[in-house]
């Protein structure tokens, strides 16, 4: 049975019980297979490897056994067998229990292909337990490896991994004679592997659907391909998987990356057909309303940044085409007031915004910075309100059944001109006399159909003007990509009287060090200020998990162990020690939200001196005296993050401090990160170092990293003239051709590149 892109796996000659580990790497159907491509390639005589990896990192190393014995264990009785294995740059040692038999196979000299999860002891790199093949060498041809597999097979029942104490194999040979007999190749690719499929068994499933899949039509003409210089769309794929020369590889990645960036600039061509046909309400500027007298009370100028920002807004809201604008900004930089005074612009034109952030911790901060600088400019049809003036409402989940009576009844008889609310915004009971503009705050936080749903609110069928504002720097090239609809405004320039932030990495074993950091904390409350320490979690995992058994549910982070420390022992220990004497309190997520707003009311008025979070503080959170901040295990956070982290201080007359405290190893990726951070307050180009160091397709999600990318060639830094191309030609495509009827190679293209949730990311957002 000949199979096509679209064919299910199980339809191919693939072993059933591969099929089902395939489906858990998401890989159901041929095509998918086949874009699951090598994350690198060794070459015969070539080290496996070219940077240390990170600890419970899964990787695949191929060398061979310089030393191979078996060592008695201390605690318990019995042996096991411990190898060390030379890739041609790192020594890797690996040890197997229970290797009764295993020990006559991996003998020294023997070359081995591991795979298993990184663990380090005295700074050497250590596999415990991992799977194994034994790979082809002079003197030894694939009959003899095949015999090694029967031995095992024979002696201990089955081929299967074992664990400590079972009485079969610690590991177990999981190739066939078939993926021994392909290590002889001269490149050999290597795959994202995990605990449950390894890289050779990934290899054997697509050479089996590679043997019996018909090529595909290419979704370029052959004159396309010739200008460009391409090969055909079916050798790309074939030469990525099974490359007999470099060149091969060289030529597929350059056609794959291609291919990558016409499906994604398709997408967003069709995206941009479609808003060409939306209309909204135009909101000219109106003199003498609320957006003058705000700017007249102002204590201050704005920025060059702010005005030509407000210029750009202002031009946009001024026609009856909707607004889709991305607003960037640097932490700090003032995006709350140029939205503020583009709300007011609508609210003069008589028609209503509203604020979508994400946390009642951010929604409550907007209401009162908004309530702050308004005056009585938000007291509409209030006893000393300013003439003109209107009303500003907050929409949370806490909030009380008749303060949020009050607001859904503001909101939909327009006695308020702006309403700030978190996904309760959403909900169907909630309705406007007439929204005509949205600001999103942080909008990666969001998922796109709640980001959807509010654009649906707007009256007689107009679409309500869009702005998204951001402080995580978008590069020009990501912001091209991933938001090729909209238009991008950018604020670098801080206000004047923002002060310098200092940052210093703090390794955590060095006690002399961590015990310095909790001096200057005290130091600075000495002084008068006050001080945020930030942990990755709350630390009542425990007591959930508890809890959650009795009722028969799963508690929160019960899957997997957690070494760093909590918000809750991290108080316990700076209560008992150095800041004994300070008034500390706690703010996390599983708090009642009135506890929150409370914690929060009594740091901003300086009753609090040190507050122990977790990132609910990350953004929006605004407390001039506040100057230090410590974050503990910082190496879990990304460097976007840590950004946005550290600039909730140094917003007053103080210079800030931010103190990195990590456990991450010298010459970790981890800590290169945050050596980039210390170096830095330029968040743009931290955005770039991020960029570099997570996979750059995820940025196609709403997650902000990790899960699956469906992006595997294009670089969003790196491939700026072969995206600017793949728009040219997706632009005259989709003009001539939209739905891409006359295009049905493109069409699978799109859908295969782009997963649904994706591509319906590039739809709705």
């Known amino acids: 049975m000949m199979l096509t892109s679209a064919s299910p796996?199980?339809?191919s000659s693939i072993d059933p019980k591969l099929v089902d580990k395939l489906a858990g790497l998401e890989l159901t159907t041929v095509g998918e297979l086949l874009r699951y491509v090598p994350r690198r390639y060794i070459r015969q005589g070539q080290v496996s490897a070219t940077e240390r990896p990170e600890p419970d990192e899964w990787i695949t190393v191929i060398g061979r056994i310089e030393?191979?014995?078996?060592?008695?264990m201390k605690r318990r009785y019995g042996k096991f067998l411990k190898i060390v294995v030379n890739d041609g740059r790192t020594r890797y040692e690996a040890s197997f229990f229970n290797a009764k038999y295993i020990q006559r196979v991996l003998v020294s000299g023997v070359r081995v292909a591991l795979a298993g999860k990184v663990k380090y002891f005295n700074n050497q790199i250590q596999l415990s337990h991992p799977d194994w093949l034994v790979l082809p060498d002079d003197g030894m041809d694939v009959h003899g490896t095949s015999m090694m597999a029967e031995l095992l097979a024979d002696e201990t029942g089955e081929s299967q991994k074992g664990e400590p104490g079972d009485d079969g194999e610690a590991a177990a040979l999981t190739g066939t004679a078939d993926d021994v007999e392909h290590f002889r190749r001269s490149i050999i690719?290597?795959?994202?592997?995990?605990?449950?499929?390894?890289?050779?068994?990934?290899?054997?499933?697509?050479?089996?659907?590679?043997?019996?899949?018909?090529?595909?039509?290419?979704?370029?003409?052959?004159?396309?391909r010739t200008v460009r210089g391409f090969i055909t769309s079916d050798e790309a794929i074939r030469h990525i998987h099974l490359p007999e020369t470099m060149e091969q590889i060289e030529r597929a990645d350059e056609r794959l990356t291609f291919d990558e960036a016409l499906a994604v600039q398709t997408a967003l061509a069709q995206r941009r057909a479609d808003?060409?046909?939306?209309?909204?309400?135009?909101?000219?500027?109106?003199?003498?309303?609320?957006e003058d007298q705000l700017l007249e009370r102002l204590p201050f100028e704005l920025t060059a940044g702010q005005t030509t920002v407000l210029g750009e807004i202002g031009d946009d809201l001024a026609v009856d085409h909707p607004m889709n604008r991305l607003l960037q900004g640097e932490v700090g930089s003032g995006k709350t007031l140029v939205s503020l005074l583009a709300m007011l612009r609508v609210v003069d034109n008589g028609h209503q915004c509203a604020i979508l952030a994400p946390t009642e911790v951010l929604a409550a901060q907007h209401y009162r910075t908004l309530m702050t600088m308004l005056g009585d400019l938000a007291r509409g049809g209030e006893l000393g309100g300013a003439d003109g003036a209107t009303r500003v409402g907050l929409l949370t989940g806490s909030l009380g059944t008749a303060a949020k009576r009050q607001t859904l009844l503001d909101a939909v008889t327009g006695d308020s001109g702006i309403v700030i609310g978190t996904h309760a915004l959403l909900e169907q009971n909630v309705e406007f006399f007439d929204l005509a503009m949205v600001v999103v705050d942080e909008q990666h936080r969001?998922?796109?159909?709640?980001?959807d749903v509010l654009r649906g609110?707007?009256?007689?069928?107009?679409r309500p003007h869009f702005l998204v504002m951001t402080a995580t720097p978008i590069p020009r090239t990501v912001a091209m990509t991933t938001f090729g609809d909209l238009d991008t405004s950018v604020m670098a320039e801080l206000p004047?009287?923002?002060?310098?932030?200092?940052?210093?990495?703090?390794p955590m074993h060095k006690a002399n060090w961590v015990h310095r950091v909790w001096e200057r904390a005290d130091e600075e409350v000495a002084a008068g200020r006050q001080v945020y320490v930030v942990c990755t979690r709350i630390g009542d995992e425990e007591s959930n998990r508890k809890a959650a058994k009795k009722t028969g549910g799963k508690a929160d982070g019960e899957e997997k162990e957690d070494d760093t420390i909590s918000v809750l022992q991290q108080v316990e220990m700076l209560e008992s020690g150095p800041l004994a004497k300070r008034r500390i309190a706690v703010l996390h997520g599983r708090m009642h939200p009135d506890d929150k707003n409370d914690v929060m009311d009594a740091f901003t008025r300086g009753e609090i001196d040190v507050l122990v979070a977790t990132t609910v503080i990350e953004v929006g959170v605004d407390v001039p005296n506040a100057t230090t901040m410590a974050i503990v295990n910082a190496e879990r956070f990304g460097v976007s993050q840590l950004h946005q982290l550290r600039g909730r201080v140094g917003r007053g007359q103080h210079a800030g401090l931010c103190l990195l405290m990590t456990a991450a190893h010298e010459l970790s990726a981890s800590m290169e990160r945050l050596k980039a951070v210390e170096a830095s307050n330029d968040g743009f180009e931290l955005a770039m170092v991020d960029l570099r160091q997570r996979r750059e397709g995820d940025v196609l999600g709403a997650l902000q990293s990790g899960g699956k990318s469906s992006l595997s060639f294009l670089s969003l830094i790196d491939d700026t003239e072969v995206i600017a191309d793949a728009r040219d030609l997706s632009e005259s495509i989709v003009e001539a051709d939209r739905d891409l009827a006359d295009h049905p190679a493109l069409a699978d293209l799109v859908r295969a590149v782009l997963l649904p949730s994706r591509a319906e990311y590039l739809e709705k957002s």
Not at 67 to 72: G, T, Y
Not at 446 to 451: A, K, Y
Not at 496 to 506: E, L, N, S
Request: with cysteine.
């Open 67 to 72: 030393k191979s014995q078996m060592i008695a």
């Open 446 to 451: 969001f998922g796109v159909e709640q980001r």
């Open 275 to 290: 808003l060409g046909s939306e209309r909204s309400i135009g909101c000219p500027h109106v003199p003498g309303g609320l």
């Open 457 to 462: 609110k707007g009256r007689d069928d107009r």
């Open 189 to 224: 690719p290597m795959y994202p592997a995990t605990r449950d499929v390894q890289t050779w068994e990934i290899w054997r499933a697509v050479r089996q659907v590679l043997a019996d899949t018909v090529p595909a039509a290419d979704p370029l003409t052959d004159e396309q």
């Open 9 to 11: 796996l199980t339809d």
């Open 496 to 506: 004047r009287g923002r002060q310098p932030i200092t940052t210093t990495v703090v």
